[in-house]
């Protein structure tokens, strides 16, 4: 693969990642539902992908996630996505679906350790009570849910973040609330993949757009 | 022991109360008469049948025909507690998962207690075998079947969670942990109920049996006793083969949710 090249489907793209330096790599990522997907992310880059609904946006960031069945080559930080157990490499390229999932009833009980200070700590920035967090998940409001549950995605500090609508249930304020928490994980070197309906978020975050077309991505 | 023999006309008169059921179905219009006169007649056919296979199976006293009639009797065990859920795992998922656990559980329930606690001479004997593992499998496969349910609606419904889990650096064991456990709790729960009930709110039926057949109640609690005993067992051992059987199949070598290995109605699509 020719140095440079960020997308294979178009070589000679704006923006020039070189791949030695590449912090996310896929290189022919498919399944029998999406793909072949290749696209090389620096860090602190963020990728905007955009698309209808079922076009395979989320199925893109379930197998960079390794969620899904899928073949060909993920890497982090030139590392092969094969040489990590699972486990791991979720921990590290971390993926927040756009509806989350509980699995206590309280929300705080979905922050072990110190993850729950972090929580503690940063709800008020995106617009929350702190008190929330000792509530039942099933009283807690859509909107409110989407936020904790980036908070539990963040306070984890992955590497590389797969960003499902990050902010579909918020109102303009809690999402300009996200979008500053997001910018300042990107300064400090975070990567991450973004799939976002709202094409001004998508200008506002994304380094890079790209759009999602009969289960392959076109740059925007 | 002397058992009261029942001649036919003693059957026929108690038969009476079929026929009246009949007569309430018409009066009352329930539309049952058809079903009930079916039923009864699939009853006695199916009760006189097995008994002569029985006493035939008796006489013989072959440890492989023995073993064949209980090998039938798991494999059309095995086949309900595939049939109960409205998920399906692949094609013979289902069946591969409630055959193996009901068979497991059973022989080993049976042996045990055939060869230290009841220990007949020789200790596969047709009139004591066959009929501790009719009753130990219809007992396991209830366990069985409501813990192959509970973990594949499970799973289906709580897919959200489970994910959220694995994708937030979770083993996959430890994401499924609680799925588990419920299955577990909710197979076990049935013989627990019994057990709590046994003598006070229901007289067991394998006691009530032997009291009619001139057993002295006491050693007929005691064979109740070492039933449940078994019965507990043998659901739990089926329960916990089930659900990891399950589990293993809800999974691959890198850990994922395999949903898409379950084939139903309302089958789970990736959005």
């Known amino acids: 693969m020719p140095r440079g090249t960020t997308d294979a ?4 793209e704006a923006v ?11 290189a022919g990522l498919r399944s029998n539902l999406a793909g072949p997907f290749d696209l090389a992310v620096a860090p602190g880059e963020c ?9 395979g946006k989320s199925l893109l960031l379930r197998m960079i996630a390794d969620l899904d069945p899928n073949e060909g080559d993920v890497s982090l930080d030139g590392r092969n996505r094969r040489d990590f157990s699972p486990p791991s490499w979720r921990r590290d ?19 072990p350790g110190p993850t729950l200070t972090f929580a503690r ?81 998508a200008a506002r975050l994304g380094h890079r757009r790209f759009f999602m077309r009969d289960r392959r991505l076109v740059a925007a | 022991m002397n058992p009261i023999l029942l001649s036919p006309g003693d059957i026929a008169i108690s038969a009476v109360l079929i026929v009246l059921d009949g007569v309430l179905s018409l009066v009352l219009r329930l539309n049952l008469h058809r079903q009930l006169a079916i039923a009864t007649v699939r009853m006695v056919v199916q009760l006189v049948l097995i008994g002569f296979v029985l006493r035939f199976v008796f006489a013989l006293s072959s440890p492989l025909v023995t073993l064949a009639v209980v090998v039938v009797m798991v494999a059309i065990a095995g086949r309900e507690v595939a049939a109960r859920p409205e998920q399906r795992l692949g094609r013979i998922g289902n069946y591969a998962i409630g055959a193996s656990a009901v068979a497991l559980a059973t022989f080993l329930a049976a042996t045990l207690a055939l060869t230290t606690a009841i220990r007949p001479q020789p200790w596969y004997d047709p009139r004591y075998a066959i009929p501790l593992a009719g009753i130990i499998l219809g007992n396991v496969l209830n366990g069985a079947s409501l813990a192959l349910d509970s973990m594949l609606s499970g799973v289906v419904r709580e897919r959200p969670a489970i994910e959220a889990q694995l994708a937030l650096g979770a083993t996959f064991g430890a994401a499924i942990r609680g799925l588990v456990r419920a299955s577990v709790r909710r197979a076990l729960l049935p013989i627990i109920n019994q057990m709590s009930a046994a003598g006070i709110i229901t007289l067991p039926g394998i006691m009530t049996g032997q009291i ?8 007929a ?37 395999r949903i898409d290995r379950l084939t139903a109605a309302h089958q789970g699509r990736t959005p």
């Open chain 1, 121 to 201: 700590e940063n709800m008020q920035r995106l617009g929350l009570a702190p008190g929330l967090l000792d509530s039942p998940v099933i009283r807690l409001s859509t909107g409110e849910r989407q936020r904790i549950a980036l908070l539990r995605v963040l306070a984890l500090d992955p590497p590389v973040l797969l960003l499902d609508e990050p902010t579909a249930a918020l109102d303009q304020d809690s999402t300009a609330r996200v979008e500053t928490l997001l910018r300042e994980r990107l300064a400090g070197g975070t990567t991450v993949v973004m799939v976002s309906h709202n094409p001004e978020q």
């Open chain 1, 16 to 26: 020039h990642i070189d791949a030695s330096i590449a912090r996310l790599k896929l």
């Open chain 1, 93 to 111: 390229v971390m993926y927040s679906a756009a509806e989350p999932g509980w699995w206590l009833d309280i929300a705080m009980q979905h922050f």
């Open chain 2, 221 to 257: 609690a005691k064979y109740q006793i070492l039933l449940m005993f078994l019965l507990s067992g043998g659901s739990a051992l089926a329960a916990v083969v089930v659900v990891y059987l399950t589990a293993m199949r809800l999974t691959d070598d890198r850990q994922r949710l």
């Open chain 1, 47 to 55: 990728i905007a992908v955009s698309g209808p609904s079922g076009s």
């Open chain 2, 212 to 219: 009619l057949a001139g057993m002295d109640p006491l050693e």
């Open chain 1, 9 to 12: 489907t178009n070589p000679g």
